[in-house]
């Protein structure tokens, strides 16, 4: 690891997250999976090695992606990206990250990779970042920071009267497990890269297994 992302790694870690499905353990998972995504892309688009610029912008861009905290029930939550896109330029243009044509990339990616913007990665890093981010919300390490987002905002895990909105809209800031059907299961359609969206498959069939269970449990 180059010096300027150690500095960036310790900033990082510094940042109180807004709750324990948004820590830096979970900054540093999308940092792994961004660079194994990356490795992949690039010996199965150009057959060579991923060159380390390029897994350096990836890993910045993943270091720096939530680095500014905003709760999934702020107003701000649609700018959060834009937030953390700022904030990244700032700490790398001060830090002399080089080389400095791979900032505009860094940034892009964190600007592009929310997926309450809606927004197309526009680089192989921005993909790459954006697979990884969701990869972290499927799988068992998904259904955990799910449940810790969902305590967060105060929502209950369940409609004790209507647990599958047969007869009410989904709405997963007041259900827990709504957010399974409003989000995470229709994850892995939105994903950019190959490798990825194989691992997203598998992580969502375990959420599939865990609602089906669920609703064994309760009996409906």
Known sequence: ??????????????????????????TLRVAGLAEKILREECL??????????????????ALLHDCVP????????????RLCAEKAEEWLVELHWRPEERIPEIVGAILDHSYSS???PRTRVGRCLQDADRLEALGALGLFRTIAT??????????????????RELDDRKFTIDHFYTKLLSLPSTFRTESARQEAVSRAR???????????????
């Not at 992302?5 to 324990?20: F, G, K, N, T, W």
């Open 1 to 26: 690891m180059n010096g300027v992302l150690q500095e960036l790694r310790e900033r990082v870690s510094r940042i109180p997250p807004v709750d324990a499905g948004h820590d830096f353990h979970h």
């Open 44 to 61: 199965r688009e150009d057959g060579r090695e991923a060159p380390q610029d390029e897994i350096d912008a990836v890993v910045a861009s």
């Open 70 to 81: 905003v709760a999934k029930n702020s107003p701000l939550r649609k700018e959060s990206a």
């Open 118 to 120: 809606g927004r197309i």
């Open 150 to 167: 969902g305590v967060s905002m105060g929502a209950l895990l369940f409609d004790p009267e209507d647990p599958w909105a047969e007869r």
């Open 206 to 220: 375990f959420l599939e297994l865990f609602s089906a269970q669920l609703r064994h449990e309760l009996g409906s």
